[in-house]
């Protein structure tokens, strides 16, 4: 076990060599860095992990499970500056109403039923969830998202509910493909989406291995895990 404060040295140096890539990767894009919210996916470390990260600088933390999330979030509330937290993964209905609770924006949303329990839940003083629509780049629609020509009808029933606030596409590059290529194709599906719903303006794409080409195609969100706080387990 590491030391708090060998952690802390540990994150702050990781972080930074993030920050770099992020800058470096802006720069070459003729991007602002104020441009790219950088979410760090926390999954798999301890909750004392993002308290770090805060102290770092951190606002935005991701999470793809439940309870896991929650917990986590709940052990956090309270704290200052209050962390967002940004749920990436998968969501089975019956976790919804949880999420709703807590959640700053959901990024993996693929469907509508997921979309109506997350609105009903939503409690009206936490004021709207922002919703991104998870896009599946290779067809393979089992590991999330929703292929590119059925965005747009999930995203005009998110338009009809008051507690959710339509925000922008999602997605993972496909293991077998080239991200650049990859992340060139969600651009275009976000393209398509802001023709009718020109607020939906975020892109969440890019995480450890391909921020790089993700910043290059309008990344504004990038959700980097392994890269911040180590290898995870298998
Ligand atoms: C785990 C995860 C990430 C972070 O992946 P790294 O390769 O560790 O940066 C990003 N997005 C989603 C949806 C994830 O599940």
């Not at 200052?80 to 019956?94: A, K, M």
């Not at 919804?96 to 693929?110: C, N």
């Not at 003083?125 to 393979?140: F, K, M, R, T």
């Not at 290059?216 to 969100?221: D, M, Q, R, Y």
Request: hydrophobic share 45%; glycine share 10%.
């Amino acid at each position: 076990m590491s030391t708090p404060q060998a952690r802390t040295d540990e994150l702050a140096h990781r972080l930074r060599a993030v920050r770099e890539r992020l800058s470096r990767a802006c720069t070459a894009a003729g991007r602002g860095v104020e441009e790219v919210t950088l979410v760090a996916i926390t999954k798999t470390y301890p909750a004392s992990d993002a308290a770090i990260l805060r102290g770092l600088g951190i606002v935005d933390v991701g999470e793809s499970r439940e309870p896991e999330a929650s917990g986590k979030a709940l052990e956090l509330a309270g704290g200052d500056p209050p962390l967002r937290w940004h749920f990436v993964g998968q969501i089975q209905s019956r976790k919804a109403k949880t999420i709703a609770g807590y959640a700053y924006a959901v990024h993996s949303l693929d469907r509508a039923e997921v979309a109506d329990r997350l609105a009903v839940a939503r409690p009206a003083e936490l004021g709207p969830l922002a919703v991104l629509i998870q896009v599946s780049l290779d067809g393979d629609t089992t590991r999330g998202g929703l292929l590119p020509a059925d965005v747009a009808a999930l995203a005009g029933h998110v338009e009809g509910l008051d507690r959710l606030r339509l925000a922008g596409v999602m997605a993972v590059a496909p293991r077998a493909a080239d991200p650049d290529e990859s992340f060139a194709r969600l651009h275009a599906v976000s393209e398509d989406l802001r023709r009718d719903h020109p607020e939906a303006v975020a892109i969440s794409a890019g995480m450890s291995g391909d921020l790089e080409q993700a910043v290059k195609n309008g990344a504004t969100h990038v959700r980097v895990g392994s890269a911040l706080l180590g290898a995870r387990q298998p």
